[in-house]
């Protein structure tokens, strides 16, 4: 198993942390199949465990938002105003495809709108393999959310 976990705190602009949880990355089994001629070796004995990634902004949404809205006139608090309805109504097509994206689109928004923390989590029930992963982008990926189990949660 590999488990890399990452933080970052901007003082001030947004804390972060990211985990990302993969397993089958045995390097023994991984070498010897390469040195047998599979140079796919670590895609077809990975798998994906789990994700997380949390943004728990302070002013950091503030910010992009006036950068923003030096290119795009206004102010910086109209666009963040705005933006959140904008989001909602991008989420309402890719619902027909999965309806997990509404509430992803409704967390994003509200995120965008009130700040707070903003948490993207993977937890499938079992580990995902590579080879599956892959497979399920190309074939059905509108069902990839299910598959890993996604989920996007705000937090005032």
């Given at each position: 198993?590999?488990?890399f976990k990452t933080s970052a705190?901007?003082?001030g602009l947004a804390d972060f942390l990211m985990t990302l949880d993969l397993s089958g990355f045995d390097l023994a089994k991984i070498n010897a199949a390469m040195a047998a001629g599979d140079k796919d070796a670590?895609?077809?004995l990975g798998a994906f465990k789990g994700f997380r990634l949390t943004?728990?902004?302070e002013k950091l949404l503030d910010a992009v938002f006036d950068i923003a809205a030096i290119d795009m006139g206004g102010t910086g608090a109209e666009?963040?105003?705005s933006t959140p309805?904008?989001?909602r109504l991008s989420g309402a097509p890719a619902a027909a495809a999965n309806p997990r994206m509404a509430d992803y689109a409704?967390?994003?928004a509200d995120f965008v709108a009130e700040g707070g923390a903003l948490e993207i989590a993977a937890r499938p029930a079992a580990p995902v393999k590579f080879e599956a992963f892959?497979?399920?982008g190309q074939t059905a990926p509108q069902s990839l959310p299910d598959l890993i189990n996604l989920s996007v949660t705000h937090r005032k």
């Amino acid at each position: 198993d590999a488990a890399f976990k990452t933080s970052a705190d901007t003082k001030g602009l947004a804390d972060f942390l990211m985990t990302l949880d993969l397993s089958g990355f045995d390097l023994a089994k991984i070498n010897a199949a390469m040195a047998a001629g599979d140079k796919d070796a670590a895609i077809k004995l990975g798998a994906f465990k789990g994700f997380r990634l949390t943004i728990a902004d302070e002013k950091l949404l503030d910010a992009v938002f006036d950068i923003a809205a030096i290119d795009m006139g206004g102010t910086g608090a109209e666009l963040r105003r705005s933006t959140p309805e904008l989001i909602r109504l991008s989420g309402a097509p890719a619902a027909a495809a999965n309806p997990r994206m509404a509430d992803y689109a409704e967390a994003v928004a509200d995120f965008v709108a009130e700040g707070g923390a903003l948490e993207i989590a993977a937890r499938p029930a079992a580990p995902v393999k590579f080879e599956a992963f892959a497979a399920t982008g190309q074939t059905a990926p509108q069902s990839l959310p299910d598959l890993i189990n996604l989920s996007v949660t705000h937090r005032k």
